[in-house]
């Protein structure tokens, strides 16, 4: 059975930080690269990270850029969301997904499995 279980969410001050983790089972995790995303309320749901499995190349939306780090520890088959420096804007359930390719897609629709999401609450 494929899951992605992220943990690591709560509720912080402006200039706080979180680390999130995404653990997976159930797939080959070297064969797929791992994103998050998020969704705030009444928004869409937004990709904010992505890292590559291919050579670990990462990417981020410019709203986090400088201030999220992602990261993966294929041991464990986990990914980590590093963020620092938070802001009430970043306050939104997160995401994990997994994407059948060793490149990162920005896109939803090519995620293969996804996690049951986390609330990361910044408040001012």
């Known amino acids: 059975e494929v899951q992605l279980v992220e943990s690591g969410g709560g509720l912080v001050q402006a200039g706080g930080s979180l680390r999130l983790s995404c653990a997976a089972s159930g797939f080959t995790f070297d064969d797929y690269a791992i994103g998050w995303f998020r969704q705030a309320p009444g928004k869409e749901r937004e990709g904010v990270s992505c890292?590559?499995?291919?050579?670990?190349?990462?990417y981020y939306a410019d709203s986090v850029k400088g201030r999220f780090t992602i990261s993966s520890d294929n041991a464990k088959n986990t990914v980590y969301l590093q963020m620092n420096s938070l802001k009430p804007e970043d306050t939104a359930v997160y995401y994990c997904?997994?994407?059948?390719?060793?490149?990162?897609?920005?896109?939803?629709?090519?995620?293969?499995?996804w996690g049951q999401g986390t609330q990361v609450t910044v408040s001012s």
């Open positions: 997904a997994a994407v059948s390719s060793v490149l990162c897609s920005w896109y939803r629709r090519e995620y293969d499995y």
């Open positions: 890292i590559s499995s291919s050579d670990g190349s990462t």
